[in-house]
């Protein structure tokens, strides 16, 4: 549907990406990028502009038809990164700043959409929310925040869709139920008793005992959640000693990543690794300091929105490219409006081998084949116009 208009906007949508991509920045000072985006919305035909906060912006769309409201997602922050990609002419112009995860083009497709259907009222149902969300890369995530603004509480669903640079070009991934992960972490700072490394049994080792809690943890994943459970434990961070050879330190620094796909899960992660570090530091008489974060929730697919939303992709897109999706353990706090509403969130596919466009998120190299732009606009307009009737 409207597949004339889809294309008449594609060049405008690649001028949109270069222009935020060579002005990254990073989450919670979005100002120049939101602002971007709400002089482009001011330019389209009757959208209602408001910022829900200091740099997101929401555009909403009412159709001539009565129907659902509809949220269409779209995120605009970039990373603390150096770009390294001499090969393109538009590349970041601030130093150490870089769109790596295509939250640029995320934010240009939705503009597109916007377009084409703020001149189509006639074909819309209901209201359709254009949601520019910032900071998305920091926790505890500008998505939870927007949430918290009430704004969006009587949406009938919410619609999201990733660029991939690990899915072929012209793939699109969709599942229902968990699509990413729970994404924790914690700091621990055991408390022990330095003294010198010839006489350890007037000390209290905090190095020991960290190695131990380090191994122990890894028991947790194999023997005390389920083979099915998708729990990921990382320990990424330990920090001890003076530099000296001859000191027992005093304190030891871990910190990690606790990664699941259930509240039950995730819940039981967090008490065992705090009965795993109890118990160690009780049998040799240290004390610790466990800082443990909830970051993003899981994002759940809405199993009945997701089968229309199926449909649609399916119809639109033909059924050998839409493919059915694995989990990914990576966070994504799109999960904040999933835990409050019925949610679709999908994947986008943009690896090209023969355009160098091959490199991951975050990567100084990170690219997107452009090409791939064009379906995530026809995405977010037939999944806005199916969803909303």
């Not at 122990?216 to 000296?244: E, K």
């Not at 799109?334 to 998120?361: C, M, Q, R, S």
Request: include cysteine.
């Amino acid at each position: 549907m409207l597949d004339d208009a889809i294309k008449q906007v594609e060049p405008k949508v690649i001028e949109w990406r270069r222009a935020m991509h060579q002005h990254p920045e990073l989450s919670f000072e979005e100002y120049w990028t939101s602002d971007y985006i709400e002089k482009a919305l001011q330019e389209m035909n009757g959208i209602e502009i408001s910022r829900p906060t200091e740099t997101s912006v929401l555009g909403i769309i009412k159709g001539d038809h009565p129907g659902r409201k509809v949220g269409l997602r779209g995120d605009i922050d970039a990373l603390p990164i150096q770009e390294d990609r001499d090969d393109l002419d538009f590349v970041s112009e601030i130093d150490g700043k870089m769109h790596a995860c295509g939250h640029d083009s995320h934010a240009a497709m939705l503009l597109g959409a916007a377009k084409v259907l703020a001149d189509n009222k006639d074909k819309i149902h209901g209201e359709i929310y254009l949601i520019f969300q910032h900071a998305e890369e920091l926790p505890p995530g500008g998505a939870r925040e927007m949430v918290a603004t009430g704004l969006f509480d009587d949406l009938d669903v919410v619609f999201a869709q990733h660029i991939m640079t690990s899915k072929p070009l012209g793939e699109i991934h969709i599942k229902s139920g968990a699509v990413t992960a729970n994404s924790d972490q914690f700091e621990l700072t055991i408390n022990g008793q330095g003294g010198h490394a010839s006489q350890p049994e007037s000390s209290v080792d905090p190095l020991l005992l960290g190695s131990r809690i380090v191994t122990q943890v890894q028991d947790i994943v194999s023997r005390i959640a389920g083979p099915l459970d998708n729990l990921v434990i990382s320990v990424t961070n330990f920090n001890a000693g003076t530099g000296a050879k001859n000191v027992i330190p005093h304190t030891a620094e871990i910190s990690g990543s606790v990664r699941s796909a259930s509240a039950e899960i995730r819940e039981l992660a967090r008490e065992k690794i705090e009965a795993v570090v109890k118990a160690n530091c009780d049998i040799y008489g240290a004390t610790y300091d466990l800082n443990y974060e909830y970051g993003y929730s899981a994002v759940m697919n809405d199993e009945a929105e997701t089968a229309r939303v199926r449909t649609t992709l399916n119809e639109v897109f033909g059924k050998d490219r839409v493919i059915e999706q694995e989990m990914m353990m990576g966070g994504e706090d799109f999960g904040a409006f999933t835990e409050n509403l019925p949610g679709v969130y999908i994947l986008l596919g943009t690896y090209n081998e023969a355009k160098d466009y091959v490199y991951p998120h975050h990567h100084p190299k990170f690219a997107i084949d452009e090409d791939a732009f064009i379906d995530g606009v026809r995405a977010h307009i037939n999944v806005a116009l199916g969803l909303g009737q």
